[in-house]
């Protein structure tokens, strides 16, 4: 099990490119998520799906989209990076049934310049 | 006034302490509160789960809620140097759809003394 794995690590962009950011999980989970962390804001949800073909906006979805084609890959894509979006995100997943205890991955550092 | 306040801390202890967190809410539909632990540079791991009211124990963590206060606490006995992380609560409201999304604290950094 390799859990909720996420790339790349790292990653420094130009103003206005687009990328994308992968997270995939082996749990056979439902539900995942995307946050977004700042200094001082705490995590913040960009999106989340309940299911394959479901996604919706968290608190903080604008300049990023989402598709969950899979159960186990939920992909970001930020379309026309901006500094704004200089962020540390992570993926978490968890089960439908068992509630929202979340299950992190390690995070991808993004700077855009 | 944002909906789950979480003082930031820094917070330094000398080993063997026992530390006393907390973070207070202003949504009196929330029922499912967690702690989080987030070691530096690395994503956050649960470490409580609580449904409801009431205290949880699990080894030298115990997790405490007030939903009449809007108050949740987690306490750390003896602590210790690998205790040294940033403690994130989180709760949300229903078990499932988008109410069921986790609205996080910003985190309390504490740190351990040898």
């Known amino acids: 099990n390799a859990g909720v794995t996420q790339t790349p690590k790292f990653q420094v962009l130009k103003t206005g490119q687009s990328m994308t950011l992968q997270c995939a999980q082996d749990m056979n989970h439902e539900y995942m998520s995307w946050y977004r962390q700042d200094p001082g804001m705490g995590l913040r949800l960009i999106h989340y799906s309940v299911g394959a073909g479901i996604t919706d906006q968290g608190e903080v979805p604008n300049g990023y989209n989402v598709s969950r084609s899979t159960t186990e890959d939920f992909p970001l894509r930020l379309l026309s990076a901006a500094p704004s979006q200089t962020s540390v995100y992570f993926c978490?997943?968890?089960?439908?049934?068992?509630?929202?205890?979340?299950?992190f991955g390690p995070g991808t550092r993004l700077t855009v310049l | 006034q944002k909906e789950v306040e979480q003082d930031p801390g820094p917070l330094s202890v000398p080993e063997g302490a026992i530390v006393s967190l907390n973070c207070t809410y202003s949504?009196?539909?929330?029922?499912?509160f967690m702690w989080y632990r987030q070691y530096s540079r690395k994503g956050p791991e649960l470490l409580m789960y609580?449904?409801?009211?009431g205290n949880k124990e699990d080894g030298r963590f115990t997790a405490q809620v007030d939903k009449s206060s809007k108050y949740i606490s987690l306490f750390i006995r003896d602590s210790q140097p690998s205790d040294s992380a940033t403690y994130l609560c989180?709760?949300?409201?229903?078990?499932?759809?988008?109410?069921?999304?986790?609205?996080f604290g910003k985190g309390t950094k504490l740190s351990v003394k040898p």
């Open positions: 949504n009196s539909a929330f029922q499912y």
């Open positions: 989180a709760m949300s409201a229903h078990y499932g759809g988008s109410q069921g999304n986790l609205i």
């Open positions: 978490a997943s968890s089960y439908q049934a068992s509630g929202r205890m979340r299950f």
């Open positions: 609580t449904y409801s009211s």
